[in-house]
């Protein structure tokens, strides 16, 4: 073992690359194809100097240090400015001077890197024992800070009076809310002092973290820093349990309030055991669990947060990918399901661990997806991602123990390596159903949106498809009265009969047919799936992809107001292509138990109509509307067919659950080859 220890000083008469004449250069590290080091962003200079140092350990001085150079190109793909290798078997000299080359055009000058370097023997046997020691303890800490003891709902109401911060004598606010290592942050209400927020959210009582609750209040401005309005710290030690708190808290150093409602609820905590110790293969306790989800139709309508329990077996790994220079990997399982967060220990210097726990989550919403997700364990650095899956607790057949092929990050191609899980899911189906028409549970910590040509251009293609699909029918509808079929267009002109005796109820029925029609006339539903990897181009090779992991400092506020532009394009196309994408996999039997519901609410509102004359309808619909505020001033609205149709996957969240085929008789390598290909 060997300590090499890097010091990146500088560099001189870099490459330019930007039109300015200049370059934003950055340095990154790369040793056995595995990035292992990346400097800081020197903006505008040929000539920088970075004085950062780092320190790798390294087992063989055989494989050379590769060193490239960068362009950061904000919100597009940096420029090679060069690069070069260190050959470590041969250092003699501490200062070292590297000459950057384009391997394409090698005759071109590309400048110098200047580095001081410090290579000594590692004492591997005490330092690797007191390292993984104190990597266990630290682990086992981690582990024990994920149990959680109770649940923290939170209903975010309003701010009344707050500072202004603009011009205008105004303010843009937005909510942050921080207890332990869970962060929730709130939607941006536009020019007001009074914002009305009506956000619902729960958030998790750690047996190691403190109850303080800690809320910030901010003014959004766009192009520079937000403004910090106020802040208040809530002791939750101090309020009662299992009842609900009005709370008006005055914010600090600043003048307002905001509202909240805030209930503490003990609950039973998510748990990790060994494989010995589980609870649903314990008779007694599958029939308690059986009582309490499934075989008591009372309990249907009480508590309906608690919707039923989800069991994970993780057994074991195979032919994961080696990230140390070893060629092994220090692999550990994460599984998380909606804000619920647990991991096993780590399985050192091994591509086919076993870890043998079973994991117990309370299930809130049985449109959850289970991501499980496999890194590597760095004891220098943040974890590497080997692999992710990501199950649908709908997917679930009980009890079957399942290899499931790992995929990339965005779960659009495979990557190396199986896991192997045994699932069991018991939940209430009449809570299931009645959670599915409210909104569904935020995560606190979501990934900053950032621009993406493809995912630009693959959001504008979904569009593109739904409005294609729009033409067609208009097509079909135009071709009926072309008289292009004689069958389709009398079979069209018996609408006229139908728009003569037209009532209310016929337009549920309508959709009703619809549904069962594609259940009884659908040839296949699983070709859907397959045929949606047609639908998407995604870059399956990831190795030479320049992730934007820092953000530039000091840029200018246009470049900032142009990335916003860019994002909100973005998303507003993947939500139109959204919603379409989930009213039509909600007729075509995309989820079955949603389809189900379809039908059961179409059939009630058939009946309903049918029975009912519509004045009174209308009528109990506005009475209900109108008195809704008098009856529960702090009721968050919400819209029960958009909650309905936010459970419902677009096709890119199918492509993404879409389970790989595993070959039993194939290898890892083998079987990432084929589904490659």
């Not at 942050?176 to 998790?204: A, C, M």
């Not at 992991?549 to 196309?573: R, T």
């Amino acid at each position: 073992m060997y300590k090499l220890e890097i010091e990146v000083k500088r560099g001189h008469n870099l490459a330019v690359r930007d039109r300015g004449g200049t370059s934003d250069p950055y340095v990154k590290f790369k040793l056995a194809g595995k990035e292992v080091f990346r400097s800081k962003i020197i903006h505008k200079n040929l000539n920088p100097v970075w004085d950062e140092k780092t320190t790798l350990i390294i087992d063989s001085l055989n494989e050379p240090l590769y060193v490239k150079v960068f362009d950061y190109d904000f919100g597009l793909q940096d420029d090679f400015m060069g690069s070069a290798f260190l050959y470590l078997e041969s250092l003699e000299t501490i200062p070292v001077t590297l000459v950057l080359k384009d391997p394409q055009y090698p005759d071109q000058d590309l400048g110098t890197l200047e580095l001081a370097v410090n290579l000594t023997p590692k004492d591997s046997p005490i330092e690797e024992r007191r390292d993984s020691t104190q990597s266990i303890r630290l682990s086992e800490l981690h582990r024990k800070a994920q149990l959680w003891r109770g649940i923290v709902s939170i209903a975010l109401i309003e701010g009344r009076n707050l500072m202004p911060m603009d011009p205008n004598g105004l303010s843009d606010p937005y909510v942050k809310f921080r207890l332990g290592p869970q962060k929730y942050k709130s939607k941006t209400v536009p020019k007001t002092l009074s914002p009305q927020w009506r956000e619902q959210f729960d958030l998790h009582l750690y047996e190691e973290t403190g109850g303080v609750l800690d809320i910030t209040v901010w003014d959004k401005d766009t192009g520079r820093r937000d403004d910090f309005i106020g802040r208040y710290q809530l002791d939750l030690s101090t309020l009662a349990k299992e009842q609900t708190h009005h709370l008006e808290l005055p914010l600090e150093e600043s003048r307002g309030f905001v509202v909240l409602l805030v209930t503490l609820t003990a609950s039973a905590a998510v748990s990790i055991a060994d494989l010995s110790v589980t609870p649903l293969d314990d008779p007694q306790e599958r029939r308690e669990i059986l009582q309490r989800y499934v075989s008591s139709t009372l309990r249907s309508f009480f508590n309906l947060k608690d919707v039923g329990i989800v069991q994970v077996k993780v057994m074991r790994a195979e032919g994961l990918m080696a990230a140390d220079v070893t060629g092994k990997s220090d692999p550990f399982c994460v599984l998380e399901l909606n804000n619920d967060r647990l991991q096993t220990h780590t399985v050192y210097k091994n591509l086919n661990p076993e870890w043998n726990k079973v994991f117990t989550f309370n299930v809130k919403d049985i449109h959850s997806v289970l991501e499980v997700t496999v890194f590597d364990e760095d004891r220098d650095r943040s974890a590497d991602f080997l692999g992710k899956v990501a199950i649908p607790l709908l997917n679930v057949r009980n009890g079957e123990q399942k290899g499931y092929l790992l995929k990339n990050k965005e779960l659009t191609a495979p990557t190396k390596g199986c896991i192997y899980l045994e699932i069991d899911v018991i939940y209430n189906a009449v809570k299931a159903a009645l959670r599915t028409v409210v909104p569904a549970e935020q995560k606190y910590i979501e990934e900053e949106p950032k621009v993406s040509k493809q995912l630009l251009q693959q959001n504008f293609n979904r569009v593109k498809r739904c409005i294609m699909v729009l033409i067609s029918w208009g097509t079909f509808i135009n071709s009926c009265f072309e008289w292009e079929s004689a069958q389709r267009s009398i079979v069209s002109f018996l609408f006229v009969v139908v728009v003569w005796n037209f009532e209310l109820y016929m337009l549920p029925l309508a959709l009703l047919l619809l549904l069962v029609w594609n259940y009884f006339f659908c040839s296949s539903r699983d070709g859907a799936d397959v045929s949606m990897d047609g639908m998407f181009e995604w870059e399956v090779d990831e190795d030479d992809k320049e992730e934007k992991d820092s953000e530039p400092k000091g840029f200018m506020d246009k470049l900032y107001a142009i990335q916003d532009v860019f994002i909100s394009v973005q998303n507003a196309l993947d939500e139109v292509a959204s919603f379409g994408e989930r009213v039509k996999n909600t007729f075509n039997w995309t989820v079955p138990f949603l389809s189900w519901l379809a039908i059961t609410a179409l059939c009630l509102a058939t009946f309903l109509l049918y029975l009912i004359p519509l004045r009174y309808l209308v009528l109990a619909w506005g009475v209900n509307k109108f008195t809704k505020k008098l009856r529960d001033p702090y009721m968050i609205d919400n819209n029960e067919l958009l909650d309905f149709l936010s459970r419902v996957p677009s096709d890119v969240q199918v492509m993404q659950y879409h389970e790989l085929k595993v070959d039993p008789g194939q290898s890892p390598s083998k079987r990432r080859r084929t589904n490659l290909s």
